[in-house]
């Protein structure tokens, strides 16, 4: 069902100020005397005629004015303006033969009007419900016009309806709905933390949560045993189509389990919601799973893409010795040279392959070399690009590597292990879409496993957590945590759907010495872990059992069950690209007396040479930086 689809009629309205909404009338209530309020979503005055197509929530109902209604009613009704709230009452009657409205569920009635009250006048709309040429500046700071137009509208229902379906999981299986504070203390999760002063602690700050982590933990130490909440969560990071600097997650935590407790459990809950919106359309279980190794070498990203088969393969070795020096100073570099065949690319003009080029640039590569393939003599060989440096063993190997053949073209990325991999991965989403390989009333969900418990900085070589500091490591090999932190395996799984990072979760530490060898781990000193987590380390003192979470992002979800590309989309009041709220005005500057009651006093950097000035908010604060 798509979120234009959905049908709304509404809950029978015998009280206020209606009898029914605007989606209720049917072939059956003709004679019905009735009375509707709504919205005038469109006005056609045809003289001695008015027509007004009145809509609410639940649909729209046309209502008439013809020469039986008595001349000041008439003359009200041509009087109205669009989007001017009005109150109807009438006669439900067929419409005229041949004027029926099959595309509409009230399309074989119409109301005629006996009485009409203007109850909420309208000055004249920026834009019409049905103009699809509106502006995104335009459409956010209107929302609440836009909210009217059937698809936003739809939208939020089907968004509803995945909320729902989820609390109806989650408490079938024992969960109980737990809110965790808002106001709450810094601690580095990856982001900047948005930052509330304290009046009545002057100098010091609350942070709003970019998770409810600790607190959930905490609540299994508590022996809540199984914990969740639909949360509300805050991160000051740099925005893009599938973020917002505030956004909605499911939460969860479930003590005495493990890996195969969560990606069960979340399985069945992700199921039944999809079911919820698309009957028929929902994954199979068990849903499938890969290593975060193997994703990265064969789709170049830990969030893979499986609606479409083109994958990367790494023929570094291949190429070692290549005549071609691009390749040749990347393995000598350290690097890897990965390869992608795009099915039917042959085709392909010099000018869409540098756009491809472009997208690989955008991810940090320097270039990206290609070679089509066609069909030779004694069978396939390269052509253009860089096949004049290409050996008939390196060709063969291609081929065999790539599983290509004539009519198709060869992509190359060589640099580092994440660049390479990131570029190439960006061409394959572009020529996904491009060569139209991508399915898109598919839903792939898949599971990615086996993570690295840290990244390392290619420039600085510091450690940072690949997730967050309370993932429990795989430990191998006794004491690894301490000699060799970088290839320890966490015990954290992502669950990914059509390219998309769903969620996110793992098995937790739960003891103080492990806690504290992973603080270690990241170069945080005893007196920084004291002052950030020493209440966490305490609460393990008394008797915290093995417990495991997940969060899912609603906002991708909705987003994805919508079909849109973007969270502004399934989200009634988002902020720009600029993290600002055009309706509101939001951010605003702060009173002086206002901001001295909290003890705070506002510096607004200064621009270096040749540099813009940033904005307020942009400042960095130390109880804001990750570890």
């Known amino acids: 069902?798509?979120?234009?689809?959905?049908?709304?009629?509404?809950?029978?309205c015998s009280q206020g100020l209606r009898s029914h909404t605007c989606g209720e009338l049917r072939g059956g209530d003709v004679g019905s005397s009735v009375r509707l309020s709504g919205w005038?979503?469109?006005?056609?005055?045809?003289?001695?005629?008015?027509?007004?197509?009145?809509?609410?929530?639940?649909?729209?109902?046309?209502?008439?004015?013809?020469?039986?209604?008595p001349p000041e009613l008439l003359a009200a009704a041509q009087a109205l303006k669009p989007e001017s709230v009005i109150q109807v009452t009438g006669v439900v009657r067929p419409?005229?033969?041949?004027?029926?409205?099959?595309?509409?569920?009230?399309?074989?009635?119409?109301?005629?009007?006996?009485?009409?009250e203007l109850l909420g006048p309208s000055a004249t709309p920026p834009f019409s419900r049905d103009a699809d040429d509106v502006s995104d500046?335009?459409?956010?700071?209107?929302?609440?016009?836009?909210?009217?137009?059937?698809?936003?509208?739809?939208?939020?229902?089907?968004r509803h309806?995945?909320?729902?379906?989820?609390?109806?999981?989650?408490?079938?299986?024992?969960?109980?709905?737990?809110?965790?504070?808002?106001?709450?203390?810094?601690?580095?999760?990856?982001?900047?933390?948005?930052?509330?002063?304290?009046?009545?602690?002057?100098?010091?700050?609350?942070?709003?949560p970019q998770s409810p982590q600790i607190f959930k933990q905490i609540l299994m130490v508590a022996g809540m045993d199984r914990y969740f909440q639909i949360v509300k969560c805050f991160r000051d990071e740099d925005l893009r189509a599938d973020r917002q600097p505030e956004f909605t997650q499911l939460d969860l935590e479930l003590s005495f389990a493990d890996e195969e407790t969560v990606i069960a459990l979340v399985s069945e809950v992700m199921r039944e919601a999809t079911a919820a919106a698309h009957p028929g359309r929902e994954p199979e279980l068990p849903m499938p799973r890969m290593t975060w190794a193997h994703a990265m070498e064969r789709y170049g990203n830990d969030k893979p893409d499986t609606r479409f088969e083109v994958l990367l393969s790494d023929v570094t070795e291949l190429v070692a010795g290549s005549e071609f020096g691009v390749f040749r100073s990347a393995v000598e570099a350290g690097g890897r040279?990965?390869?992608?065949?795009?099915?039917?690319?042959?085709?392909?003009?010099?000018?869409?392959?540098?756009?491809?080029?472009?997208?690989?640039?955008?991810?940090?590569?320097?270039?990206?070399?290609?070679?089509?393939?066609?069909?030779g003599e004694s069978g396939p060989v390269l052509e253009g690009g860089i096949s004049k440096f290409m050996s008939e063993a390196e060709v063969s190997g291609l081929l065999e590597a790539t599983g290509a053949g004539p009519g198709d073209c060869l992509f190359f990325a060589a640099d580092s292990f994440n660049t390479?991999?990131?570029?190439?991965?960006?061409?394959?989403?572009?020529?996904?879409?491009k060569l139209e390989l991508i399915d898109r009333e598919r839903f792939n969900f898949v599971w990615i496993v086996e993570f690295p418990m840290f990244d390392r900085d290619e420039q600085t070589g510091a450690l940072s957590p690949a997730h967050h500091p309370f993932c429990r490591p795989a430990e191998s090999v006794p004491g690894q945590l301490q000699s060799d932190p970088a290839s320890v395996i966490a015990r954290s799984y992502d669950l990914v759907l059509n390219g998309y990072e769903l969620g996110s979760g793992s098995v937790r530490i739960h003891d103080t010495a492990t806690q504290l060898s992973v603080f270690k781990a990241l170069g945080l000193s005893d007196q920084?872990?004291?002052?950030?987590?020493?209440?966490?380390?305490?609460?393990?003192?008394?008797?915290?059992?093995?417990?495991?979470?997940?969060?899912?992002?609603?906002?991708?979800?909705?987003?994805?069950?919508?079909?849109?590309?973007?969270?502004?989309?399934?989200?009634?009041?988002?902020?720009t690209a600029q993290a600002a709220c055009l309706m509101t005005g939001a951010p605003t500057s702060i009173p002086d007396e206002q901001l001295a009651e909290a003890s705070v006093s506002v510096r607004l950097p200064t621009a270096a040479a040749g540099e813009p000035a940033q904005d307020a908010t942009e400042q960095d604060d130390e109880q804001g930086a990750s570890a």
């Open 161 to 208: 309806k995945l909320l729902l379906a989820i609390r109806n999981a989650m408490d079938a299986r024992g969960f109980l709905e737990i809110e965790t504070p808002v106001l709450t203390k810094a601690t580095p999760e990856g982001a900047r933390d948005y930052l509330v002063p304290s009046r009545v602690h002057p100098g010091k700050f609350f942070a709003l």
């Open 1 to 12: 069902m798509s979120t234009q689809e959905t049908d709304l009629t509404g809950p029978a």
């Open 40 to 69: 005038i979503a469109s006005h056609r005055d045809l003289g001695a005629l008015v027509f007004i197509d009145l809509a609410d929530r639940y649909g729209i109902t046309q209502v008439s004015f013809d020469e039986s209604v």
């Open 137 to 158: 500046e335009l459409r956010l700071r209107y929302r609440y016009l836009d909210l009217r137009r059937p698809k936003p509208r739809a939208t939020m229902a089907l």
């Open 420 to 433: 390479s991999a990131a570029s190439l991965a960006a061409v394959r989403l572009a020529l996904g879409r």
């Open 95 to 116: 419409r005229p033969d041949g004027r029926a409205n099959a595309a509409r569920p009230t399309g074989e009635v119409e109301l005629l009007a006996s009485g009409l």
């Open 337 to 375: 040279v990965r390869v992608l065949a795009a099915p039917g690319g042959a085709s392909l003009s010099r000018k869409q392959i540098t756009n491809f080029e472009a997208v690989a640039k955008e991810q940090g590569a320097k270039g990206m070399a290609w070679a089509k393939i066609a069909e």
């Open 528 to 575: 920084l872990i004291e002052e950030r987590f020493g209440f966490v380390l305490d609460c393990f003192k008394y008797g915290a059992p093995p417990h495991a979470g997940f969060a899912v992002g609603m906002d991708r979800f909705v987003m994805l069950m919508a079909g849109e590309e973007s969270i502004r989309e399934v989200i009634a009041f988002p902020k």
